[in-house]
């Protein structure tokens, strides 16, 4: 490991990372009472300290209710938030807990809790601690569950989440100087066994790290990868805003209505990417089911493809509607030269 990954963060090193939310009015800090967030805590701390009006902190640690070890662990945060002058809030994921996905649910489930503390207490900004190992864990559990180029982007600096923005300033930092900052201040802080559980996917992937170390695959290197796949995500985003742009020109795209048309000829023309991507705004506006799978948009896109390329005299004459598919709550049908999405009628409940 570099000397400069053992090193501990600066003030002025705080005072850039940190640089970009001065102005808001208040920040919560999600702090579960690890290295990286109470790090992140001690960090904000200081900084709020040096500036002549800097914007009100809030911590707040989430008890998911699934470690004995988690109140004592939120007590501790609330002890070391009050020596630092910042204020604390403990939330607590009360009533049943799945039996299956659970990650997954309590990632859900802090953050609902975080944006619910959040509005309480008049923050515009949540900050969480994601590091640089973090980002490359987040790129390589996408890559393996076959993400397109926005997953593999990974984890934004800044990013919104119900009416907030979500923001991660240790993102280019790794764990490795996080701890020895905590070291160096000589603060203590909690040591979660589940990160080490390899019945979850993130440790087992954590355990991988070193391996791919060896052969160049470092932290490092895979977030580097990460920001340059969202570099190029974010232009083709940017292509994509043109081609719907384009599309509505010729009168036949309306985002605002109950249903989104499309002239097929004018749609077909365009790269395949975007057309994935516009057909997964579409999808996304209009269905009713949650966001719709990757792969589920591929084949539908496949068989719009297919359907485009098809002679005219093999499709029914009689049928007006010349394909018909639904896909996450949108119904996706083809007539006449227009690709048609709206909502698909509501499931009956047997």
Same mark, same amino acid.
């Given at each position: %490991?570099?000397?400069?990954?053992?090193?501990?963060?600066?003030? &002025?090193?705080?005072?850039?990372?940190?640089?970009?939310?001065?102005?808001?009015?208040?920040?919560?800090?999600?702090? =579960?009472?690890? *290295?990286?967030?109470? /790090?992140?805590?001690?960090?904000?701390?200081?900084?709020?300290?040096?500036?002549?009006?800097?914007?009100?902190?809030?911590?707040?640690?989430?008890?998911?209710?699934? +470690?004995?070890?988690?109140?004592?662990?939120?007590?501790? #945060?609330?002890?070391?938030?009050? =020596?630092?002058?910042?204020?604390?809030?403990? %939330?607590?994921?009360?009533?049943a807990k799945p039996k299956t996905g659970v990650p997954?649910?309590? +990632?859900?489930?802090?953050?609902?809790?975080?944006?619910?503390?959040?509005?309480?207490?008049?923050?515009?900004? !949540?900050?969480?601690?994601?590091?640089?190992?973090?980002?490359?864990?987040?790129?390589?559990?996408?890559?393996?569950?076959?993400?397109?180029?926005?997953?593999?982007?990974? %984890?934004?600096?800044?990013?919104?989440?119900?009416?907030?923005? @979500?923001?991660? *300033?240790? @993102?280019?930092?790794?764990? &490795?100087?996080?701890?020895?900052?905590?070291?160096?201040?000589?603060?203590?802080? $909690?040591?979660?066994?589940?990160?080490r559980d390899t019945a979850f996917t993130r440790p087992?992937?954590?355990?991988?790290?070193?391996?791919?170390?060896?052969?160049?695959?470092?932290? +490092?290197?895979?977030?580097?990868?990460?920001?340059?796949?969202?570099?190029?995500?974010?232009? #083709?985003? #940017?292509? $994509?805003?043109?081609?719907?742009?384009?599309?509505?020109?010729?009168?036949?795209?309306?985002?605002?209505?109950? /249903?989104?048309? @499309?002239?097929?000829?004018?749609?077909?023309?365009?790269?395949?990417? !975007?057309?994935?991507?516009?057909?997964?705004?579409?999808?996304?506006?209009?269905?009713?089911?949650?966001?719709?799978?990757?792969?589920? #948009?591929?084949?539908? @896109?496949?068989?719009?493809?297919?359907? /485009?390329?098809?002679?005219?005299?093999?499709?029914? +004459?009689?049928?007006? !509607?010349?394909?018909?598919?639904?896909?996450?709550?949108?119904?996706?049908?083809?007539?006449?030269?227009?690709?048609?999405?709206?909502?698909?009628p509501l499931r009956r409940r047997s």
């Amino acid at each position: %490991m570099r000397d400069e990954e053992r090193s501990p963060i600066s003030a &002025s090193d705080a005072k850039q990372l940190l640089a970009d939310w001065k102005h808001a009015p208040a920040l919560l800090l999600a702090v =579960s009472g690890g *290295p990286d967030s109470v /790090a992140l805590m001690w960090l904000a701390a200081r900084w709020r300290r040096a500036l002549s009006r800097g914007p009100k902190l809030i911590a707040v640690t989430i008890d998911h209710g699934l +470690r004995p070890e988690a109140a004592r662990e939120a007590r501790d #945060v609330k002890a070391l938030a009050k =020596s630092l002058d910042v204020e604390h809030r403990t %939330m607590r994921w009360n009533g049943a807990k799945p039996k299956t996905g659970v990650p997954a649910a309590a +990632r859900a489930e802090r953050y609902r809790l975080l944006a619910q503390a959040a509005r309480s207490a008049g923050a515009t900004h !949540i900050l969480t601690a994601h590091t640089r190992d973090d980002q490359a864990e987040t790129l390589l559990m996408r890559l393996f569950r076959g993400s397109g180029l926005a997953g593999l982007s990974a %984890m934004a600096r800044e990013s919104e989440r119900d009416g907030l923005i @979500l923001a991660r *300033p240790l @993102l280019s930092i790794s764990k &490795s100087r996080l701890v020895a900052t905590l070291h160096k201040a000589k603060i203590g802080f $909690a040591d979660d066994p589940t990160n080490r559980d390899t019945a979850f996917t993130r440790p087992r992937l954590r355990e991988l790290l070193p391996l791919l170390a060896a052969e160049g695959g470092d932290a +490092r290197s895979l977030a580097r990868l990460a920001a340059r796949l969202a570099r190029a995500n974010a232009a #083709v985003e #940017v292509l $994509a805003d043109g081609a719907e742009r384009y599309l509505a020109l010729k009168g036949n795209a309306r985002p605002h209505e109950a /249903a989104r048309e @499309l002239d097929a000829t004018a749609f077909a023309a365009l790269p395949e990417e !975007i057309r994935l991507r516009l057909l997964m705004r579409a999808i996304n506006r209009f269905g009713h089911e949650g966001p719709a799978e990757l792969g589920k #948009v591929e084949a539908l @896109l496949a068989q719009l493809d297919s359907f /485009a390329k098809s002679p005219e005299k093999s499709r029914p +004459r009689h049928a007006r !509607i010349r394909l018909k598919q639904t896909l996450a709550g949108a119904l996706v049908s083809v007539s006449q030269g227009t690709i048609r999405i709206e909502p698909a009628p509501l499931r009956r409940r047997s």
